[in-house]
């Protein structure tokens, strides 16, 4: 690095009008996730911290920052589903994110349509071209550096089934370019979305063509 240099230890404030840690690890994928309370009731809500974390079996997870409705209904009933957030989608995925009470699905909320699952009893969205059926495997709540139990819960779920929509199989490759994949940026409403223009290729040396 060459230069000036912005520098700060997070525990002391990071001194900026926005705290960049999220914009730097970004964009992240958003993990929409579909659950269902034991009661029955159908919940929605959108996770900036999401990923994937394993190729065989297949696993994803989430961060919950507090203890959420989605968190207690995985708890109760050890099943979401991920659903995929496409451009199209986004105003209805913003509108999920509405704090209402645990009674309340942002299905209904947010005009989705709840689809039924192949291997899970929890409902997928419908709208989405893309849904994973999941089955949880470990709920992590996680620590700081000293030990301290963070209010965070680490979420991760194998995944059991998969949906794709056949307009994104390309010679039987999925192609992510056109699916139109939404992001979540770090600024308070930042999101990016993804594009054939942002599409280039570069082999890893012995690559074996895994990802």
């Known amino acids: 690095m060459s230069g000036p240099a912005h520098f ?9 009008p926005h705290d960049p840690f ?12 579909s ?15 999401f990923n994937a974390f394993n190729y ?15 968190l207690r209904n995985i708890e109760q009933t050890g099943e979401f589903a991920w659903n995929l957030v496409t451009r199209p989608l986004a105003e209805a ?7 209402v009470p645990p009674d309340i699905s942002e299905f209904a909320l947010a005009g989705l349509t709840p689809a039924a699952s192949h291997v899970i009893a929890v409902p997928r969205v419908a709208e989405c071209p893309v849904s994973f059926e999941c089955r949880c495997t470990q709920i992590v709540q996680l620590e700081a550096a000293s030990g301290e139990k963070v209010a965070t819960w680490l979420v991760l779920g194998e995944v059991v089934g998969v949906h794709i929509a056949n307009t994104l199989l ?6 992510t370019a056109s699916a139109g994949h939404v992001l979540r940026g770090g600024g308070p409403a930042d999101y990016f979305s993804i594009g054939p223009e942002q599409l280039f290729h570069m082999t890893r040396p012995g690559d074996t063509g895994r990802g």
């Open 22 to 33: 999220n914009a730097i690890v970004g964009p992240r994928p958003i993990g929409w996730i």
């Open 8 to 16: 700060y230890e997070p525990r002391n404030g990071h001194g900026l």
């Open 93 to 99: 995925m913003n509108l999920s994110c509405a704090p």
């Open 170 to 175: 390309t010679d039987g490759i999925y192609d």
């Open 35 to 49: 659950s269902r309370s034991q009661a029955g009731v159908l919940n929605l809500a959108p996770y900036s911290f």
């Open 56 to 70: 065989t079996p297949p696993i994803v997870g989430f961060a919950s920052i507090g203890y959420k409705d989605t």
